[in-house]
């Protein structure tokens, strides 16, 4: 498989393609201020001194003969031919000087720019209109050139250091969040690696480290799981061999306790597939919660035993066969370790839809309260009634969670037991 760039180089070419691309446009906009400058300069310097030519050669004197001639060694002469074609493009900053020549003469036609392969200025003389003004222009490009070019190659030296170590420091966190992932998901503390990072790597361990958790907790489950169904299974299953090995499938009473025992088996084994498929993948529809309520009382064993409070219609957005095992969960629990009358109760309180499931048992110690909803723990120690798979309440609560609410617990003032389901607050109610 072909490995692709670390971190590191897309950073840094990242980096350093911002720094070219900054030092290009600096560049550009800098030559166009630069051009403008210079042929703001040296235009004023050509008007004045072909003012000061034109004035001398219309003067017939020795010191002006002179001056001329002076000026003439220098590369200023005065002549009556015509301007010669240029042979190649203009250079940029004589033709910036030569606009600025013609503005400030307010006549553009008495300036003509040619390269030959120097650069020249005409200007045509004011007092003799047969006559131009020519000035050798100095060329300064391969200087120029050579400095823009030590100029770029040091920017660009600087700038591949500062990238550099710019992506160093981008980078070295994630290095070390990398080295130290597998302690980070085993359980372990790695803060102290993670000292001085960016607030986004930390959060990202934060986020590794509760993704650990949740991998070792549904480890912990499934061990929980299989240890408490082998435990579950066997009791049944070896009364059932006992009862097969004495020939008591004969007996209308062993086999009325058999066929109990298979009940008790495949209830274990599809509570403890409930818990499994925990009902997630079930689509959001709205159902009337209070429909359902009723629906499921008029199904238990005595249904004369459960009463219900609370509105005729509730209409609620949720995962309805998800939350119909829940509530079924809820009232066998009751009936299971709780006596009668049962009462189930649905009303909206603050920003949430509270359901109630109450019994009249003796309710459960409170030091047991908080351990209940975990798989496999049961309450049966201090409630009477025949032992569950220890997953109803687990169930219930994973069902909470995964529709938005929660479960919490809580003995009934008085004796008993009350199971309060807590659903999040998408619902109407109607009496």
């Known amino acids: 498989m072909k490995r692709g760039p670390t971190t590191f180089s897309l950073v840094l070419a990242l980096l350093v393609a911002a720094l070219v691309l900054a030092l290009t446009l600096g560049g550009l906009l800098s030559t166009r201020a630069g051009l403008r400058a210079m042929g703001d300069s040296f235009g004023r310097l050509v008007v004045a001194t072909s003012s000061s030519v034109d004035a001398l050669a219309d003067r017939d004197d020795a010191g002006a003969r002179d001056t001329l001639a002076r000026l003439q060694r220098s590369g200023i002469r005065i002549t009556s031919a015509s301007p010669p074609p240029t042979l190649k493009p203009v250079v940029p900053v004589a033709e910036e000087i030569g606009h600025v020549v013609g503005e400030q003469l307010g006549d553009p036609s008495r300036v003509v720019v040619v390269q030959q392969p120097q ?15 020519v000035m050798q222009v100095a060329s300064f490009r391969r200087q120029v050139i050579r400095s823009m070019l030590l100029l770029m190659l040091f920017a660009g030296a600087v700038a591949l250091a500062v990238a550099a170590l710019a992506a160093r420091m981008l980078t070295r966190p994630l290095e070390r969040l990398a080295t130290h992932a597998p302690a980070l998901l085993s359980g372990q503390s790695i803060a102290q690696h993670l000292r001085g990072s960016p607030r986004e790597v930390r959060d990202l361990a934060d986020a590794l480290g509760a993704a650990g958790e949740e991998l070792r907790q549904s480890a912990r489950e499934r061990e929980l799981m299989l240890a408490g169904i082998s435990h579950d299974l066997r009791t049944p ?66 249904p004369d035993a459960w009463c219900y409070e609370g509105p005729d219609s509730l209409r609620l957005c949720t995962r309805p066969s998800l939350l119909r095992r829940a509530l079924g969960n809820l009232m066998d629990n009751a009936e299971r370790y709780g006596a009668a009358p049962f009462l189930v109760t649905a009303q909206q309180r603050g920003n949430g839809l509270h359901v109630d499931v109450e019994d009249h048992g003796p309710g459960v110690p409170e030091a047991l309260l908080a351990q209940l909803g975990r ?18 309440l687990s169930i219930v609560k994973r069902a909470a ?31």
């Open 119 to 133: 650069v020249q200025i005409w200007v045509r003389s004011a007092r003799r209109p047969g006559q131009w003004i």
């Open 237 to 302: 299953l070896a009364r059932l061999r006992l009862a097969l090995e004495l020939g008591d499938a004969g007996d209308p009473a062993r086999r009325d306790a058999m066929v109990t025992d298979l009940g008790e088996l495949d209830s274990a084994l599809a509570q403890c597939l409930a818990y499994v498929r925990d009902g997630s993948d079930e689509a959001v529809r709205e159902i009337d919660l209070a429909t359902l309520l009723v629906q499921l009382m008029a199904l238990r064993p005595q």
């Open 375 to 392: 798989p496999f723990v049961r309450g049966n120690s201090a409630r009477s009634g025949t032992a569950g798979s220890g997953l109803g």
């Open 401 to 431: 969670e995964v529709c938005g609410g929660r479960l919490e617990l809580h003995n009934r003032p008085g004796g008993g037991f009350i199971a309060m389901l807590v659903l999040p607050n998408t619902t109407t109610a109607r009496r």
